[in-house]
């Protein structure tokens, strides 16, 4: 079955490192998205992509980077991990055509704490 | 500004109770998309229903039902004859072309259902 996973699903790691987190998805879907979910703030959106080769900022981008090279992949890196960027990361992703949008679905979730 | 509004945090019902999770949104596009999604103590989300601007219907799905009125911003959640495992937070999310049809979440709505 087609489906969308991420690893780790748990991370601990040191402030100043740079973390990757993968997203891969079987799907072939086109969109793909990365929410951070934090307790009073619910799900924010830090990037997403359309397709290959394409990446958009979302709300809470600062920090954050990702790349698109394939269509089932979308890893969203950390440059430098700060206590403020402990949270739980869900990946998504959904099909798209012209206006219209279809229903995203997440991955399990990565849990990251950063000391 | 917020998009989405889960004005009820928590909500306690008995079992066998029907239950409403209210969520009211905000977009100046014509064409917008509205999701409900649960998230149990396990932590993943799950896709429940889908709506959409140009299609405003009130529908059915098992226990699941939508009223989604245009003319007050709403999109209601209502759970017919609740179980102890729909325990859960629920997120009312929209997507619109300001966000790239990203899905801009509300804070949740935990709900607890007690036997």
């Known amino acids: 079955d087609a489906e969308i996973t991420q690893s780790p699903r748990h991370k601990i790691t040191e402030t100043g490192r740079q973390v990757t987190l993968a997203c891969h998805q079987t799907w072939n879907h086109n969109n793909m998205f990365w929410y951070r979910q934090d307790l009073g703030h619910g799900l924010r959106l830090i990037h997403y992509s359309y397709g290959v080769q394409d990446t958009n900022k979302g709300e809470v981008s600062d920090g954050y980077s990702v790349s698109r090279s394939n269509t089932e992949d979308l890893p969203l890196t950390l440059e430098s991990a700060a206590s403020s960027q402990t949270s739980v990361y869900f990946c998504?992703?959904?099909?798209?055509?012209?206006?219209?949008?279809?229903?995203?679905?997440f991955g399990p979730g990565t849990r990251l704490t950063v000391l | 500004a917020q998009k989405v509004t889960q004005a009820q945090t928590e909500i306690s019902v008995v079992e066998k109770e029907d239950v409403t999770l209210d969520c009211v949104y905000e977009?100046?596009?014509?064409?917008?998309?509205l999701f409900w999604y649960k998230q149990p103590p396990s932590g993943e989300l799950v896709f429940l229903i889908r709506?959409?601007?140009?299609?405003?219907q009130n529908e059915i799905s098992g226990r699941y039902s939508w009223n989604f009125q245009k003319s007050t911003s709403s999109f209601n959640f209502t759970i017919t004859a609740s179980q102890v495992v729909d325990s859960a937070v629920y997120f009312c999310a929209l997507s619109d072309g300001n966000s790239g049809y990203a899905l801009n979440f509300g804070k949740g709505t935990s709900l607890l259902v007690t036997p």
């Open positions: 977009t100046r596009d014509t064409t917008y998309y």
């Open positions: 998504a992703s959904s099909e798209f055509s012209g206006r219209s949008t279809d229903t995203q679905y």
């Open positions: 709506g959409n601007s140009f299609d405003e």
